[in-house]
């Protein structure tokens, strides 16, 4: 494996965090979610740079990393917009009509599910689940929660987030 300069990739506040969220755990390995965390906030998605960056700080090869950030829904291993929408399509969700969510976001910003507007403000993307049955259909803009949704409600809920 050849070493990657970390800091040529991650920020010296970043790897501390990392470092210190490592003392936390058994082992290096366990903070692998929290080091991408950190790092996607940094970066805005996950590269094969960031991957190699973070495998090379807590002592592990590049799949290990690559494993979890393809694992879970909330790590972005492609360039997404400024804010990302994830609308959970899961039973609850899907059956409370989450598809017509799907379909007036596209809609309205004239983009298809997985692709970024041209201004690259959002990115449309489906959600396995987001632990919110009780609100569904619900849709996540970036880290804020959006329940109960309607295709009449959206615009006012992307509003926020046009500025």
């Not at 017509?100 to 976001?105: E, N």
């Not at 996540?140 to 500025?163: F, M, W």
């Amino acid at each position: 494996m050849n070493p990657i300069n970390q800091t040529a990739v991650l920020s010296a506040s970043l790897i501390e965090k990392v470092e210190k969220e490592a003392t936390k755990y058994p082992t290096r390995r366990a903070a692998v979610k929290s080091a991408l965390r950190y790092a996607q906030a940094e970066h805005g998605w996950i590269s094969e740079e960031v991957v190699k960056a973070v495998a090379s700080l807590l002592a592990l090869r590049p799949i290990e990393v690559f494993e979890v950030a393809t694992f879970y829904d909330m790590f972005y291993t492609q360039p997404v917009g400024k804010h990302p929408i994830r609308v959970c399509t899961n039973v609850s969700c899907l059956l409370r009509g989450s598809g017509k969510i799907i379909d007036a976001l596209c809609e309205q910003l004239n983009v298809e599910l997985g692709e970024t507007t041209p201004d690259g403000r959002f990115t449309v993307l489906e959600a396995e689940c987001l632990g919110a049955c009780g609100g569904a259909p619900m849709m996540a803009v970036g880290n804020d929660y959006h329940e109960d949704l309607t295709p009449e409600t959206i615009n006012q809920n992307l509003e926020p987030y046009r500025s």
